[in-house]
């Protein structure tokens, strides 16, 4: 049974950090494309960054230059480094994992950006 367990959500200020953690059982994590993906109230899920098997990095327009996508394989985990925090990332952030036409996805953490 594949799980995704997302962690290190929480307050943080506008202009402060985060770094969010998931960590993936039950699969082959190092050949799956993990991915963060972030949900805001009344909103559809959107991409933020992904990261290929190979460590290639994807990012959206939005975060580019705030944030970094890593894994450690040994570990089965993703991390999302989040910097220079908006108060338009509060939404709830998902880690994915992707491979062919097959995606499992964690049950999310809160991040909310607010003074």
């Known amino acids: 049974q594949v799980q995704l367990v997302e962690s290190g959500g929480g307050l943080v200020q506008p202009g402060g950090s985060l770094r969010l953690s998931c960590a993936g059982s039950g699969l082959f994590f190092s050949i799956y494309t993990m991915g963060w993906y972030r949900q805001a109230p009344g909103k559809q899920r959107e991409l933020v960054a992904t990261i290929t098997s190979d460590r290639n990095t994807n990012y959206a327009d939005s975060v580019k230059g705030r944030c970094t996508i890593s894994r450690d394989n040994a570990k089965n985990t993703v991390y999302l480094e989040m910097g220079s925090l908006k108060p338009e990332g509060t939404a709830v952030y998902y880690c994915?994992?992707?491979?062919?036409?097959?995606?499992?996805w964690g049950q999310g953490t809160q991040v909310t950006v607010s003074s």
């Open positions: 994915c994992a992707a491979l062919n036409f097959q995606n499992y």
